[in-house]
Structure formats: structure tokens, C-alpha cells
């Protein structure tokens, strides 16, 4: 029984091998390079696969065939024998990789030619293996390609390329070979970060400045650290090199000594004190640079309380907010940017709070401002209700922008008290809060600071404001129809600034109202050629055809050959705006051209024409 | 390099107290007024680099440069040209680095050179502003961090979007979506997709070219150093300058030109800036082992499931959503499946403040936002794309150990050979 279960199995294996196996063939160096760049990975494999199952006279012929850099060189190969070889380093693929890597060790052995020796090392740099490394070292002692392989031996790795290299010597070789050498065997060792010594420090010292340190003589060590952080001679840089190594020897015990660093006149030296501390966790930490600021050296002492940031303990953050209320504004700083690298900001915001009142400059409120905004909404929506109506200008735009910023609707009431403040600052602001946050219980207002306003950038405030309050609350209609209304019975400039709140909507609805204002200036009983010209201009720079074709129903009504021109002029300079191609913008050109009834009308048109082609041509 | 002997400007301040009696330092307003600043405060710079990127850097403000830095001679020349006195030229940035009075180099050279020089300006007590991508390797992106944190350097990366900017074709600054993604509204995991159809440009016109013939190298070229750790190739104008992009010895193609400014916000948002994906996949046709060509898509898929895919292929932004998440979706131009999307985001608090002057990190010794260990990881992402392409296949990546378990293939191009004498 067992042997007939045995029997059935072997017969089931190796046809289920019969089915998954691709059908391998042997391929010609043609058809190899025919089927070159292989599509993707899975073509790949199949090609590669039928590569290696073939024989060896195909990859020994593609061998043969590379020529690099001259004319005729026919790029495949190389890419062919590349694919070749990541076939064979496939991981669990390394059935062929030996017989492979044997066939460019030979090939390596054919050539002369100084490019194609480099290519198969570059080749054996993917996927030499040990035995590769007497294949090399003929080459070690070639003025021209010794570098190349003294590379592959550096990528193949191992005791035995270490060996040959430790041991080949090269009597007639320049310099360079002994160069080379000593720099891969550096960098096989890793070793070259302390054993290219430029530094005059002991290789010790060195050594711990790698990390993890895996040290006898921890106290020797240090001691050298000492010495060499109290030698005058020693560049600020290596000073801090051994301070980083000193940590690395002794952890918290170096805290002492980190402290009294932070008092080093050299900026890399007190930097590295306050970064390696601010990796070493724990009250003691915090509490001991505490202890020392007052004889920190000035610049010193705000990137102390930045590094305080984050820290947990009761010390770190008292300092920290003792530090935003420092006279010196760098502590102050300093300690916003302190607030921001904590996770949990409890306990801070009355302390912003109070520094945002008594901030002196922009730069300042900025600070602030950035780390309130990093509280979440709950904490801030009773504080900026509360502050937005007291301070000064740049506190109130501050918690103003606060409230846009986070969308704080609970500060409406505090932010329409800020709509009428004397300072115009404050109210343009406001106005921008309102756009973010308004009712249509603000419209009025917004309408009444639109009309009464003098600064443009407030009249634009009002009008955005009026425009974005429209849309977030679907009053379009309402505010085209409010428009209409205040329309008839107001100055000049104040239609300038609703019509321009129309153009700001940039619906059909305001649109069509435009179109009506212009036809009323231009054909009602009092002709108001001011109020008409506005009006067309508005249309001319509005995207939409139904605002060209408005002009253009404008245009074949208007009988004055003056006005006519005026009309004309933007529906010239609105078709290149509306109408995005040049095929479209000859379409309705040659549209108002049928319409034009004198010589300079008919001149203006087809001089735009023209203009709209000649760009077609570029 | 020898322990320097001269005197640097700061040892003249420290010493200047007890040489009082015969000195004084001149207070700022007499030498010049309100906006003057003393040379004490001032910060000086060498761009090292000065192709069309550095000669960006020219422009940037807070700092006078006093060095730049090529090995093209006309490009010195040039730039020279248009600079006021005082600045010199220099083909070997190692001339560069031995001065005493540079406070800060720019590193513009093509990305083969980023790690070896952001290193050994470490060493030289440097700080360092480099361009993206920070390193060619992964390998030398380790080195990097290790020599800056170890000197106690400042680092900052070239690239902005995470702090500052309108974020490409996507129509939004990055903070509101940090937000959205912080407030777990999309849920967890997320999946982002960087591509065409999310509003990112993926460069596919810096490909290589596959039919190179060896060409003369012009006089002005000092080559060799031109070539710096890259393997020796014979000099073809493709390869230098501008078009360096398309080869796989200096950078990536437009993976490697335009990835971290594209994946580093993603990096943030994601909150992935300690840790890298665990698998990556690629579906593209075999790369030619100089040049880099297209490809379709890769995928990086980290330990908890969130996933950056690259997808050159789509390109209707109302079908590809930016960010999808379980609960909701986030599309080009901050649209959502979420309503009322904009008001949400808005009521929430806001991430930690950036410092985005990368001069007034030097001057306070603060970590810059976009620094060596998080420019390092986000630059993985690049590179982790770059080795999948190379290898043809996709493959598991450890992020602590930044190396690939049992693919030696892989960790062939995680650590790279350099050419002698080269190190980093």
C-alpha cells in the first residue's frame, strides 16, 4: 500500500511540475534581443529562465559581443547580460548564480579592452561570490582597471577579499593603488569615521563617538573626553564631537558636564549640550540646566527654554511659562515655540494669553498666534470671545484671525463688535471673519460697510465678505436683488462698489443684473454714459458667453456710433477671456463683425481678428 | 587635514575681552546703520556646485557668499562674472572645506557627490544646506547622519513642501492636509498616490540615453573629479551637466530629480519620518543598467499599511484619489468624499510650528524641520524605488537595520563601492 501511495505521489508531482513549470526553451542571441527591454518582471523571469536553461554558448556569445561607447554598440547586450545576472541573484534563484558568475570571470579573462573588463566587474559587483576573488586580483596590479576591481572585491565582501587585499602588493603601481586599498579596507571595517583621524583626538575617544559603544574602559574614555573638551586648542566642533562621546560613555553621569557646555562661548558646543540633553529624559535634566540659566551666556538661554519644550515635568514647564512672560522678547519666543512641541498644552494658555496682551512687535503676536492655534477649538473659543474686543490693533486682528482661522462661530457677537471699531485695520478683519463665519443676519452690515467704507482694501473686504456669506447661505438671489434695490437710488461710487460686488458673485442671476443696469444707463430715458460704461466693463471681464453675448445684443441696439465703439471695445477684449480658443474667439469676432455698420468698427474687428490668429500661429 | 592653527573669527571674540585695552569693536551703527549686521552676526557661505541649481542658491537670503565652487571652469568663471568682489572660485571643494571663515556650504552638485561632501563638511565643522536627493544611496545617507550628528552639524534639505508652498499640482499647502490626516477622519491605514493624476510631474524626459560613444573631454571639464566616486565611464557630454539626471551612477532619472520633493510631505503626513517601508514592488520594463528609463508604478508598503504608490499611468484626477483612507478620501484640489470637508479641517488644531529659515537654525543650533535624520528617510524612499527599478523586481526592506534581509542583490545597491580615493 505504502509503495503504491508513494507511486501516485511521485506520478502527481511531477505532473503538477508539467503544468506550473514554464515551457522552457533554448534562445538564440537574436531572439534574446528581440524580446529587449522585457516588459516587466514576469516577462523577465521567463526570458532569463530560458537564458539559463539553455546552454552556455548563448551567454558566452553575448559575452563576447559587448562594445561600450563606440558607434554600432549595440545596447541590449549589456542590458541583457545585466537582466541576466539580477535573474540569478533573485533570492532562492542561486541555482545558476556559480555557473553564471564562472561564465563572466571567463569572459573577463577574453577581453583586453580596458571598457569591457570594467563591465563584467560591474557585473561580478552585483553578483560575484567568493571564488571570484582570485579571478580578480591579476587585476589589482593593472594601472588602468585596478580601481574597478578593487571596487568588485569591496562589493563581494569577506575574509577573502580583506585577505588578498591586505596581502597584494603592487610594487610598480603608483600611488593611488595604496590608496585605494587602505580606503576599501576602511570602509569594509567601517572604520573610517574614527580611524581617519583629522581631528588630533585619541582613537578611543573616537571610537565611543559611535554609538552603540561597546567600551572596556569607560572612565579612561571619559577622562579623555574631559581633557579634550577643556583643551583651547580644539575646534568647536571636535569639542562637540567629544561631548557626544562622552554621553555616549556615561549617559546621565555626563550631565554635569553638558550643563557647564551650555556655557560655551562656541555656538556648536552649548547646540550639541542642549540636543544631546534633550535626548535624555527626566526631571534631573530639566532641573539642573534650570539651576544654571541665569549664568548661561544670553544667546544661550532661549534655546534652553526651547529645548524645556516637550518636557513633561513641573520644572520644564514652569520654566517655560515663566519664560513667556521674560522681558527679553528671544525668551519669549522662544517659550511659544516651547509650547508647540508639547502633545498636551494644559496650563499654557492663560500664560499666551497674557503674552499676546503684552506682546510688543508683529513678530511676537505671530509667535503667539501660532501656538494658539495649536490649541484645540474648545480651549480657544471662550478666550478669543473674550480678547477679541479688548488690546490693542494688532491683538484684536490677531484673535481675529484666530477665529477665521478655526472657524469659531460661538465669537460671532464678539467679532460684529469688532465690525465697528475706529480702527480700519481691525475692521477690514473682521470683515474677512465675517466671510468665514457670518449669518445672513450680517448682511446689512456688510452692505453698509461696503457703502460707507473709504480704503479699498476695506470696500474689498466688505465685498468678499458680502459675496462669501451669499454662498455659504445660499443668498445669492437676496444679494443680486439687494443690489437692485440700492442700485436706483444711490451715487456713483456707490454703484461702482455694487457692481463690483456682482462681479464678485458671478452668477447668471448677477450677471443678467449687470446686463439690465448697462441696458437701463445706455437706452433708459436719463442715459447715464458713467454708470453704462461700468456696466460694460463688467460684462467685458466676465468669463461667461452669455456675458459676450449680452454685449453683443447691446451692440446691435445701440444706435450712437460713440457708444458703439465703447461697446465694441469690450466685446473685443472680452473674446479672448470667454472664449479660450482661438477657433471659438474667430467665431463670435466674425459674429460682431456682421454687426458692424462703420469702416473703424468693422477696422477694430478685424484687427482683433487678426491678433487672435497670429497667436493660433505661434 | 590638520587641526586648523588660525585664528577663526569667533576665537578673535572670545579673545577680544582681554585685548580690550588697546581695541574696540565698532558698534553696528556706526559701521552702517539699523540694517547692518556686524560680520560677528553674519553668516557666510560657499555654494559648492554652480550649475543651474546653485546658481539658485545665489539668491537665497541671510547669508554672504564668500566661495563658490565647480569643476567646470567656465561655469566659475561665468558666476564669477556677475558676483560682486570678494567672492573666490575654487574647482576642489576640499579647498573649500579647509576654509576657516565658511560658516555654511550649499551643496549643488549632481546627488553623487551629496554624501561624500555633506560628510567631510561635517567633519570640517561645516553646516550644511544640500540638495535633493540627500544621497545616491542608502548606505551613504547613514554615513551622512553619523557624521553630522556626531560633529553637531546643522542639516537641512533642499526641499520645502512639508513646511511651506503650494504643493505642486495637488492646489493646497500641506498643512491642511496634516491636519486631515492627524484628526484619523480618512482612518487608518493610507494609501497616497503620487502620479499625474494627483498633480505630480514624474519626469520621465530625464531618461538616459543607451547609445553613448566616447567623446573628448573639453578642457574646461576636470572630469575626474567630475566623476568623484561614480564608476569610470568615458566623458560624453550626456553625462554631465544637466542630463547627469538620466544615469543611474549619478542620480535616477525624474524619480531621483523630482522623489523627495514629491515624497517627503507624504513621509510627514504619514508621520513615517523615523521608519521606511517594509516591501516595495514595481511594475516596469527591464532599466538599462546606465540609463534610466520610464516605468509604470511602484508601491512601498510600510509595517502598519500605509502605502505610497508612484503611478505614472493614470491620469484622471477625479478617479485617483490623493490619499484614501477607510473612512473617507482626499482628491487633487482638497476635494473629499467627506462633507463639509474645509470647515472640518478648519476647527482643528493646528501641527507644531516649522522654522522655515534654515540661517536662524544655524544661529540657534535648533534641529531644522527637514534635517539629516528625516531628509535621510524620505530620500530612502527614493532610493528604495531607485534599487527595486535596477533589480527589476520588488523586495522586503528592514527599516532598522536599513538593509535587505536575504537579498543580496538588493543590499548590493543599498551599500555601493566608490571609485579611490573616495570615501565617505
Known amino acids: 500500500m505504502k509503495s503504491v501511495y508513494r507511486v501516485r505521489r511521485a506520478v502527481l508531482v511531477l505532473l503538477s511540475l508539467c503544468l506550473i513549470t514554464p515551457m522552457v526553451y533554448a534562445l538564440t542571441v537574436e531572439e534574446l534581443l528581440g524580446e529587449l527591454p522585457a516588459k516587466d518582471s514576469a516577462h523577465a523571469v521567463q526570458l532569463y529562465e530560458s537564458v539559463v536553461a539553455g546552454d552556455a554558448s548563448l551567454i558566452a556569445s553575448l559575452c563576447d559581443s559587448v562594445v561600450l561607447w563606440k558607434e554600432g554598440a549595440d545596447p541590449k547586450i549589456p542590458m541583457a547580460l545585466h537582466g541576466l545576472t539580477n535573474h540569478i541573484m533573485r533570492p532562492k534563484n542561486g541555482a545558476h548564480r556559480s555557473r553564471i558568475v564562472r561564465l563572466y570571470e571567463a569572459a573577463l579573462g577574453r577581453t583586453n579592452d580596458p571598457e569591457n573588463q570594467r563591465f563584467f566587474m560591474s557585473l561580478l559587483r552585483i553578483c560575484g561570490d567568493k571564488d571570484s576573488v582570485t579571478v580578480l586580483a591579476p587585476y589589482l596590479c593593472d594601472t588602468v582597471v585596478f580601481d574597478d576591481a578593487i571596487q568588485t572585491l569591496e562589493a563581494i565582501g569577506g575574509e577573502e577579499a580583506v585577505t588578498l587585499l591586505e596581502n597584494t602588493n603592487c610594487p610598480d603601481m603608483p600611488e593611488a593603488f595604496s590608496v585605494a586599498v587602505k580606503t576599501v579596507l576602511m570602509r569594509m571595517a567601517n572604520s573610517v569615521a574614527y580611524e581617519r583621524n583629522t581631528t588630533g583626538l585619541d ?17 579612561g574614555v571619559a577622562a579623555l573626553c574631559r581633557k579634550a573638551l577643556k583643551d583651547k586648542e580644539a575646534e568647536p566642533h571636535v569639542q562637540a564631537l567629544a561631548l557626544r562621546a562622552l554621553v555616549n560613555t556615561e549617559g546621565v553621569d555626563a550631565l554635569p558636564d553638558l550643563v557647564q557646555a551650555g556655557e560655551s562661548p562656541e555656538p556648536v558646543v552649548w547646540g550639541m549640550a542642549l540636543q544631546l540633553s534633550d535626548g535624555i529624559p527626566g526631571a534631573a535634566v530639566s532641573r539642573a540646566w534650570i539651576g544654571q540659566l541665569k549664568h548661561l551666556p544670553e544667546v544661550v538661554r532661549p534655546q534652553l527654554i526651547y529645548m524645556l519644550g516637550g518636557r513633561d515635568d513641573r520644572s520644564a514647564r514652569g520654566a517655560v511659562r515663566k519664560a513667556l512672560m521674560s522681558k527679553d522678547i528671544k525668551m519669549r519666543l522662544a517659550a511659544c515655540d516651547a509650547v508647540g512641541r508639547y502633545d498636551v498644552k494644559e496650563g499654557f494658555m492663560g500664560s499666551l494669553e497674557r503674552a499676546l496682551a503684552d506682546a510688543e512687535s508683529k513678530k511676537e503676536i505671530a509667535a503667539v498666534k501660532g501656538a494658539l492655534l495649536q490649541f484645540p477649538v474648545s480651549d480657544l473659543t471662550k478666550v478669543v470671545a473674550r480678547r477679541v474686543v479688548q488690546g490693542d490693533r494688532l491683538q484684536q486682528i490677531a484673535y481675529l484671525e484666530i477665529i477665521a482661522s478655526r472657524r469659531i462661530e460661538e465669537a460671532l457677537k464678539s467679532v460684529r463688535k469688532c465690525l465697528k471699531s475706529e480702527e480700519e485695520q481691525v475692521r477690514c478683519v473682521a470683515l474677512d471673519t465675517v466671510a468665514v463665519i457670518g449669518t445672513p443676519d450680517d448682511m446689512p452690515s456688510l452692505f453698509e460697510h461696503l457703502l460707507t467704507e473709504e480704503s479699498d482694501q476695506a470696500i474689498t473686504a466688505a465685498r468678499n465678505a458680502i459675496a462669501a456669506v451669499a454662498d455659504m447661505h445660499a443668498l445669492r438671489p437676496a444679494a443680486t436683488k439687494q443690489i437692485q434695490t440700492i442700485f436706483k437710488d444711490t451715487d456713483f461710487e456707490s454703484r461702482v462698489r455694487l457692481l463690483k460686488v456682482l462681479d464678485t458673485l458671478g452668477d447668471t442671476a448677477a450677471l443678467d443684473e449687470v446686463g439690465k443696469i448697462a441696458e437701463s444707463a445706455i437706452f433708459g430715458e436719463e442715459q447715464d454714459m458713467e454708470v453704462g460704461t461700468l456696466a460694460l466693463e463688467t460684462l467685458g471681464t466676465w468669463k461667461q458667453v452669455r456675458a459676450w453675448d449680452l454685449l453683443l ?46 469702416d473703424a468698427e468693422k477696422q477694430a474687428v478685424t484687427e482683433a481678428l487678426e491678433a487672435s490668429r497670429s497667436t493660433e500661429k505661434k | 587635514m590638520n587641526s586648523r592653527k588660525n585664528p577663526s573669527r569667533r576665537d578673535f571674540l572670545r579673545s577680544a575681552g582681554a585685548a580690550a585695552a588697546g581695541f574696540s569693536i565698532v558698534p553696528r551703527h556706526v559701521l552702517g546703520g539699523a540694517m547692518f549686521t ?32 565647480d569643476v567646470d571652469q567656465n561655469r566659475i568663471d561665468t558666476v564669477l562674472k556677475g558676483l560682486e568682489a570678494g567672492v573666490t572660485g575654487y574647482r576642489d571643494f576640499r579647498e573649500v572645506l579647509a576654509r576657516d571663515d565658511i560658516d555654511v556650504v550649499h551643496i549643488a552638485t549632481p546627488p553623487h557627490w551629496h554624501g561624500i ?8 565643522g561645516k553646516d550644511i544646506w544640500c540638495e535633493k536627493p540627500m544621497t ?30 503650494d504643493f505642486y499640482g495637488f492646489g493646497t499647502k500641506v498643512k491642511p492636509i496634516k491636519k486631515l490626516v492627524d484628526s484619523g477622519m480618512l482612518g487608518w491605514p493610507l494609501t497616497v498616490t503620487v502620479g499625474p493624476a494627483t498633480g505630480f510631474d514624474l519626469k520621465f524626459q530625464w531618461s538616459g540615453l543607451t547609445d553613448l560613444v566616447s567623446e573628448p573631454v573639453p578642457e574646461e571639464l576636470d572630469y575626474d573629479l567630475w566623476l568623484g566616486p561614480a564608476p569610470y565611464k568615458p566623458y560624453h557630454l550626456h553625462r554631465t551637466h544637466t542630463t547627469f539626471r538620466g544615469y543611474w551612477d549619478y542620480d535616477g532619472g525624474g524619480l531621483g530629480d523630482m522623489g523627495q520633493h514629491y515624497l517627503d510631505p507624504v513621509q510627514y503626513l504619514l508621520d513615517k519620518d523615523d521608519t521606511s517601508p517594509v516591501s516595495i514592488e514595481v511594475d516596469a520594463p527591464q532599466q538599462h543598467p546606465d540609463a534610466a528609463g520610464a516605468w509604470r508604478r511602484i508601491e512601498m508598503t510600510y509595517a502598519d499599511g500605509c502605502r505610497i504608490i508612484l503611478d505614472a499611468v493614470n491620469t484622471d484626477s477625479s478617479k485617483i484619489p490623493y490619499i484614501e483612507g477607510p473612512e473617507g478620501k482626499l482628491y487633487r484640489g482638497f476635494r473629499s468624499d467627506i462633507p ?34 528625516n531628509g535621510h528617510r524620505s530620500c530612502t524612499l527614493v532610493n528604495l524605488g531607485k534599487i527595486a527599478l535596477r533589480l527589476g523586481r520588488g523586495f522586503s526592506y528592514d527599516p532598522v537595520l536599513e538593509e535587505s534581509v536575504g537579498d543580496e542583490a538588493a543590499n548590493r545597491l543599498i551599500h555601493q563601492p566608490m571609485r579611490s580615493p573616495w570615501c565617505i
Not at chain 1, 582613537?203 to 572612565?219: C, N, S, W, Y
Not at chain 2, 547613514?142 to 546643522?154: F, H, L, N, P, S
Request: glycine share 6%; proline share 5%.
Open chain 1, 203 to 219: 582613537t578611543l575617544l573616537l571610537a565611543a563617538a559611535v554609538t552603540p559603544p561597546e567600551l572596556e574602559d569607560r572612565k
Open chain 1, 553 to 598: 445684443t447691446i451692440f446691435e441696439r445701440v444706435e450712437t456710433e460713440e457708444i458703439r465703439m465703447t461697446v465694441l471695445q469690450q466685446i473685443i477684449i472680452a473674446a479672448p477671456r470667454v472664449f479660450n480658443n482661438v477657433p471659438q474667439q474667430v467665431k463670435f469676432l466674425e459674429k460682431a463683425q456682421a454687426v458692424c455698420t462703420t
Open chain 2, 38 to 69: 556686524a560680520p560677528s552676526e553674519e553668516i557666510t557661505r560657499a555654494i559648492i556646485g554652480i550649475g543651474g541649481m546653485g546658481r539658485g542658491h545665489l539668491g537665497y537670503r541671510g547669508a554672504r557668499t564668500v566661495a563658490v565652487c
Open chain 2, 117 to 124: 561632501i555633506s560628510a567631510e563638511a561635517a567633519r570640517a
Open chain 2, 136 to 165: 545616491r544611496t542608502i548606505g551613504e545617507g547613514r554615513k551622512v547622519i553619523e557624521a553630522v550628528q556626531r560633529y553637531g552639524a546643522m542639516f537641512r534639505l533642499n526641499t520645502w513642501f512639508r513646511f511651506r508652498g
Open chain 2, 340 to 373: 463639509d470637508i474645509e470647515k472640518k479641517v478648519a476647527l482643528l488644531p493646528d501641527p507644531e510650528t516649522q522654522e522655515p529659515d534654515f540661517y536662524q537654525s544655524v544661529r540657534t543650533r535648533r534641529k531644522f524641520p527637514l534635517n539629516e535624520s
